[in-house]
């Protein structure tokens, strides 16, 4: 079997195909035919040493991907070969609150990850996907998708007339925009650039609650004048420490952030009475449970949601797919075929 690895140092140019033994799954383990893989932008600090510089190498990066299962092992019951499935994030994350020890499971760093053509996985870390997306399709789910649904409806309670503010057109910001409007609900959306927002008004978000941040650097402000000065009622801020204090001061009284990312930063001085005055309520969400994973690909299926998917590359140019996202100028998922 073929993979790619970081192996004696980080970076996208130390970014080796190898060749590993053929896997063959214990007792409670499946193997996975890989078909399909996405990246997050987890994925390329990790690759880069950013994530954690601490973390041992080799390494096969990424944490999302969707395959056929090939074979079993002999006390597994919940797939059976044939089955496409997909991987966790946290293969060992079930359901319920999660132990330190099954945060210690997640793909593509601490553990080695799907950028391979085949991959074991224990049985508990697989589920079925939605037999109307493509493989493609279906790779884009383990990680931006369900950190979406957790946020806003495991953790946010998502109603229909809500509003959702969506920093950024990545992964998780787009599925967030997707679910709000499948359930009814008003997402809010921001972006360096023109051109990405009208991509996203095809999905069905209005031009006027799409907001360019470099020519509106006040943004925050624009999002109270768009909910009549009364603020949103979930905010997935993907930014950090760059951008939370204008979070703070556009989510209503009584809102939700939910801290999903670190695209601007994670350190800043900053006062923390707006989340006390306003009894504001910020969520860290790390993706989520298998649990959850279940039960977003059902909402998925009944509304037909189709994610978002700027480009595809083929296996053998899995650097080029790295450098894409690097360079911050997708809409949506990058994928990589088998």
């Given at each position: 079997?073929?993979?790619w ?36 932008y ?16 080799p ?6 991907g ?22 966790c ?15 210690k499971s ?18 508990n ?7 109307y ?11 931006a998708?369900?950190?979406a ?5 495991t ?5 229909p ?18 679910l ?17 927002l ?12 799409c907001?360019?941040?470099?020519n ?18 979930h ?16 989510v ?9 990312g ?22 860290g969400?790390?993706v ?51």
């Amino acid at each position: 079997m073929k993979a790619w690895e970081i192996q004696e140092s980080f970076g996208i140019s130390h970014l080796v195909q190898v060749e590993r033994p053929d896997p063959t799954p214990g007792p409670y383990e499946v193997v996975v035919k890989m078909t399909a893989m996405s990246l997050n932008y987890r994925d390329l600090m990790m690759v880069t040493g950013r994530y954690n510089p601490r973390q041992p190498l080799p390494l096969v990066p990424l944490s999302d991907g969707v395959g056929e299962v090939i074979s079993v092992g002999a006390e597994v019951t919940q797939v059976q070969p044939g089955d496409r499935v997909a991987g966790c994030f946290f293969e060992h994350w079930t359901c319920g609150k999660p132990s330190r020890e099954a945060l210690k499971s997640s793909q593509g760093g601490p553990a080695d990850g799907m950028l391979m053509t085949h991959k074991i996985i224990h049985e508990n870390g697989v589920v079925h996907v939605p037999a109307y997306l493509s493989d493609e399709e279906a790779a884009t789910l383990p990680c931006a998708a369900v950190t979406a649904w957790n946020a806003l409806f495991t953790e946010g309670n998502l109603r229909p007339g809500e509003t959702v503010l969506c920093l950024g057109t990545g992964g998780v910001s787009v599925f967030a925009a997707q679910l709000a409007l499948a359930v009814g609900a008003r997402p809010i959306v921001t972006s360096s650039s023109d051109e990405k927002l009208t991509k996203l008004q095809a999905l069905g978000i209005s031009a006027g609650d799409c907001i360019n941040y470099r020519n509106t650097p006040d943004w925050e402000e624009s999002v109270l004048s768009l909910t009549d000065g009364v603020g949103v009622d979930h905010i997935l801020e993907v930014g950090g420490a760059g951008t939370l204090e204008k979070s703070l001061a556009c989510v209503r009284f009584g809102g939700n952030i939910y801290q999903i990312g670190i695209l601007a930063g994670v350190t800043k001085d900053m006062s923390v009475i707006p989340i006390l005055r306003n009894r504001v309520r910020v969520q860290g969400i790390y993706v989520g449970d298998r649990q959850s994973f279940d039960a977003m690909n059902a909402g998925i299926a009944q509304t037909k949601i189709q994610p978002v998917i700027d480009r595809v590359f083929d296996f053998e140019e899995a650097p080029e797919a790295f450098t894409h996202i690097e360079a911050a100028a997708h809409v949506g998922k990058i994928c990589i075929r088998v």
